[in-house]
DNA sequence: CTGAAAGCGCTTACAG
DNA sequence: CTGAAAGCGCTTACAG
């Protein structure tokens, strides 16, 4: 029934170990026998058993994506597809496929983690690095599973794709002091996370050389309660706010844009600059400011970064920091 | 090093093929030793291998997700990934990983389907119906590959998860009708889909509903420039428009939101329907109508289908329709 | 260069 | 109920 590496042999004439170094373009075939053998399995479309292979190599030809999930995070949909879209083309390329590991909803990564690891069935890893048990990274290195980082995390330093938090960030907020904007405020994602911790100094970077001392730093989770909290606060305490630097997209930026719409401040007088682009901004009676982030990029350097190490090169740099692009508005 | 089946059968003195039977809930293992042979397991953090499973049981653990990719349709980011979330989580509680499947882009999917095929790896698909070769679907049919639709295809009946295309729009062009628009133009995506098929009809029977005798019908592409250009005729032809309903999101809305703001246009002159809920609606200067589909259910009831049929059940319905939540502005 | 053999870690008839 | 054996379709030393 199923066209088996044993077929092959026997119609080459040849032992399955000739095909198998044939097909996989290893030495010790003559270029007689490799090129009959190729043209044979060509012919017959013969593809060898993804699990057989597995099996007998332990390399399972596929990769995973771990994608934490993030309260209130949801917006972030645009952001992880962009870039799940993006790995699964690498990967195909290197005839890899690509598992998507996520946590139920509320729990945290290292179930899907741990199933993957025990089950052996990825090669490799790509992870969102923000938010991350120390111990899943233990577990990985110990059972030798090779992992890239897309962002980059606060305890552990690691191969990672990241974007130029701080750089966009100063770019951003300097943009709003250029525009006369004194009285910039700061509503900021949870300050463990690294990429907050670097836009919140690419904020404070930009009001140095703008030579601005006023400066406001608010911190939340991305709960939708605390964001609007927050926000509310940061208009109530600061009368004379002339801008609003929102640290990250999704549901976040939404309540921040909700609250200020609702507060009966007139909007247009609020400088608005966000680090996350949508296109939607375009539409609506605040004038938005972003950073905008390359996310096909971000996807396609991180499955590069894998298969580099899957394939045994390693890296020369540690740490790669894509270019963000700044949309004026 | 790694932990087998043999080291249990070793510790737990029986035959591997004991302890197989006992783990995957087989019958023939006496209650004593299923219970020791748990517990054993358990302690020692157990988990069979996947590729040696997949391998012995021809069944792969792992569902793929089939995701077409449609011309200016990027913002159905937030509509996949909210899908992909759901569906990983119900193939989790099934114990089976979550494969992508999406072309490299401008390919179709047969590319990666077959691949799929031929290689064995998954064991059921997820495809998104809309735009489907009848090839890929033959090929499927006859590999024995059990697949379920996410949404339906206009050629090809099988068994589907989709929303109420038809009711939903009627309900928000009955909607825009209620509020005394009169003028209701129907901008529409490819007609050779079914959705917009339904969609359409939809609109059809509420202008009839309402006694309205005019209508409008243009369907493009996805692509921005057809889109663009079909609103912008759609505007000058019909200077008495005062309602537009659009039949889909992502970028083919905001093309028609643009075109509608950049016209000159009063935009709050004329009614906005959308099949398709955003956010960030609330916040722009145009009421816009919207349908909400129920994306994580679209996930977990496709899902849940495929897993009736891999575990041999055959549902009683062909075509499970969701109900459409009206989000009026 | 070539091939016979063992082995990857399971499952699945089959016999007892 | 229990277990010995064959087999899933490959890869990988190893010997020739």
Not at 68 to 81: F, M, Q, T
Not at 146 to 172: K, T
Not at 228 to 251: C, F, I, K, S
């Amino acid at each position: 029934m199923k066209l088996t590496i044993n077929e092959i042999a026997e119609r080459a004439q040849v032992a399955k170990s000739t095909v198998s170094k044939a097909l996989n373009g290893q030495k010790g075939v003559s270029d007689e026998k490799r090129r009959q053998i190729l043209a044979l399995a060509e012919e017959l479309n013969y593809e060898p058993s993804a699990s057989a292979q597995a099996l007998a190599s332990s390399r399972t030809g596929s990769i995973g994506l771990l994608i934490p999930h993030e309260a209130g995070y949801s917006l972030a949909g645009a952001y992880w597809s962009a870039i799940i879209t993006s790995i699964a083309q690498v990967a195909n390329l290197h005839n890899h496929s690509l598992l998507i590991l996520t946590p139920a909803t509320g729990d945290d990564v290292s179930g899907p983690v741990e199933a993957v690891i025990r089950r052996r069935n990825v090669d490799g890893l790509i992870i969102g690095a923000e938010k991350l048990d120390p111990r899943v990274i233990s577990r990985l290195i110990e059972e030798e599973i090779p992992f890239v980082f897309i962002g980059r995390n606060a305890q552990i330093q690691h191969y990672s794709v990241d974007v130029d938090n701080l750089g966009g960030s100063e770019r951003l907020v300097s943009h709003l002091a250029s525009a006369g904007r004194r009285r910039i405020a700061c509503l900021a994602g949870p300050e463990q996370y690294l990429y907050t911790q670097d836009r919140v100094a690419g904020y404070r970077n930009a009001l140095a050389k703008a030579g601005i001392e006023w400066s406001s730093v608010i911190h939340t989770d991305y709960t939708s309660e605390a964001s609007r909290e927050a926000m509310a606060r940061l208009l109530t305490e600061h009368p004379d706010l002339d801008a609003l630097y929102v640290t990250a997209g999704g549901e976040f930026l939404l309540d921040c844009i909700d609250v200020l719409r609702l507060s009966g401040e007139n909007p247009k007088r609020i400088g608005l600059g966000a680090f996350d682009d949508y296109r939607f901004f375009d539409y609506i009676d605040i004038p938005v400011c972003a950073v905008r982030q390359p996310l096909r990029e971000i996807g396609e350097a991180a499955a590069g970064l894998l298969f580099d190490f899957l394939s045994g090169r390693v890296p020369d740099r540690m740490n790669h920091v894509l270019d963000v692009e700044l949309v004026l508005r």
